[in-house]
């Protein structure tokens, strides 16, 4: 499972730890919502993402604001490296394989909200995406929705789990080369 944390030079313990109270949603969120704007829009700048999660823009030069703003410039710069090039080494921000599987399923859910919500909020009234495209905006609502089950997981639940964030990489990855000619 180690696939879902190359592309980053953050771990997303660290991330979650520096950016508590300095941002309005959770790591996994706030990524997804930058590659959801980003496949929306060739022109979505760091600035825009960062007052977006900004907690309280008045504490802007604040130690912790400071250290939560470096964090996240290195994360939008190492994805939109990821998402734009053709390495495909884009991946999801979410827990280490570590965390317990009830915890990265939340994570996922929450990535796919923020995706959801950054595509929608950038690409505004516009309607008309390839069929594809529709598909997987579609999946990712069902996933946003989803939760991890009462029972033990097992290890049928880790491999569902590592098919369903495979499954979310190659749509967010496909969302993006489908719309990048046609973005503004």
């Known amino acids: 499972m180690l696939l879902f944390t190359l592309m980053f030079s953050i771990k997303f313990s660290d991330a979650a730890a520096a950016l508590a109270g ?25 600035a825009r993402w960062f ?6 823009p008045t504490q802007a030069g604040s130690t912790d604001s400071a250290i939560a703003k470096d964090l996240l410039q290195t994360l939008y710069k190492e994805t939109v490296h990821a998402l734009r090039g053709d390495e495909m080494e884009f991946v999801l921000l979410l827990p280490e394989e570590e965390a317990p599987l009830a915890r990265r399923a939340e994570a996922l859910a929450q990535w796919c909200q923020g995706f959801l919500y950054g595509f929608g909020s950038v690409s505004g009234t516009q309607r008309n995406f390839p069929a594809e495209v529709e598909e997987v905006l579609r999946d990712m ?11 033990e997981p097992t ?18 990855q496909l969302v993006h080369d489908e719309l990048r000619s046609t973005l503004q």
């Open 22 to 46: 300095a941002c309005t949603v959770t790591v996994a969120e706030a990524h997804g919502c930058l590659c959801g704007a980003l496949c929306a829009s060739n022109h979505y700048s760091f």
């Open 51 to 56: 007052d977006e999660l900004s907690e309280d």
């Open 141 to 151: 609502t069902q996933i946003a929705r989803a939760g991890a089950g009462e029972t």
């Open 155 to 172: 290890e049928e639940d880790e491999a569902d789990y590592v098919e369903i964030v495979e499954y979310v990489r190659v749509g967010a």
